[in-house]
């Protein structure tokens, strides 16, 4: 909530009170309406429930799996870094073999988590999260879940068990991402900003800029949704392929 929900509710308390004319300052206490956080925490709920939702928490179970083979994307350069420093520590993935126990299938879906390990990433998560919560620290719980599957991943030496670039390289692209998220965001807030305040203040046509960003912003998304579902029909077809192999080498093995 306090991620997803405040700046939007924050945004229109600092409007309403521009618009009445009272300071702005860190002083002032900024009350939020009950049937507000309740409508914001509907919206998240429903949110977490669509395609891309599934697909990140999917990915972030993948990338700490215990598993030998795992379906997660990441760019080409952050691949072959996680290749790079795979080679500088020496890792070898029959040298040290895998803490976790063996990966269970159940009802057709892989368990890529024992118990222990599961109950331990929902119980810290949960503690840190609601710690950061009552010292009023906006910490997302991406974040702080991703860290917990990696942490304990690491001491599982989920490595060791296979798929170890793709795993490491999609550890890369997600703490890559967090900080180049936060660059694109500020530089695109300014720009939209900028731009709709200069076509109001010289030719009067706010509004035109508004609708015409609310465009752009659809057709990047469809943008974006069309080439996520080509990469995820192309992941599946890989990783069937990978999964394949790796099969094929137990067998030789046994």
């Not at 002032?28 to 409508?39: D, H, I, P, R, V």
């Not at 974006?224 to 030789?252: C, F, I, N, Y």
Request: aromatic letters at 8%; proline letters at 3%.
């Amino acid at each position: 909530m306090a991620n997803c929900a405040a700046p939007g509710l924050a945004a229109f308390k600092l409007r309403g009170a521009y618009l009445d004319g009272l300071p702005l300052n860190s002083t002032n206490e900024m009350k939020l309406q009950t049937w507000a956080l309740f409508g914001c925490g509907v919206l998240l709920v429903l949110g977490m429930r669509t395609k891309h939702a599934q697909r990140v928490t999917r990915a972030e179970v993948n990338t700490g799996s215990a598993g030998s083979v795992v379906r997660i994307w990441s760019p080409k350069w952050c691949l072959g870094l996680a290749r790079i420093l795979l080679a500088a520590t020496g890792h070898r993935e029959k040298k040290h073999p895998p803490l976790a126990p063996r990966v269970m299938t159940l009802e057709g879906k892989t368990m890529h988590y024992d118990p222990l390990r599961g109950a331990l990433i929902m119980s810290v998560a949960a503690s840190v999260i609601a710690t950061a919560s009552a010292l009023k620290l906006p910490v997302s719980t991406t974040y702080v879940a991703f860290a917990a599957v990696l942490s304990t991943g690491a001491a599982d030496r989920i490595f060791a068990a296979g798929d170890a670039s793709q795993k490491l390289g999609r550890f890369i692209w997600v703490v890559f991402s967090w900080f180049m998220a936060a660059v694109i965001a500020s530089l695109a807030a300014g720009l939209v900003a900028v731009t709709i305040f200069k076509a109001e203040e010289m030719l009067g046509l706010g509004v035109i800029a508004i609708l015409g960003f609310l465009g752009l912003n659809f057709f990047i998304r469809m943008t974006v949704k069309k080439r996520s579902d080509q990469q995820e029909s192309r992941m599946k077809a890989e990783t069937a392929a990978r999964r394949g192999a790796d099969h094929a080498e137990d067998d030789d093995d046994e």
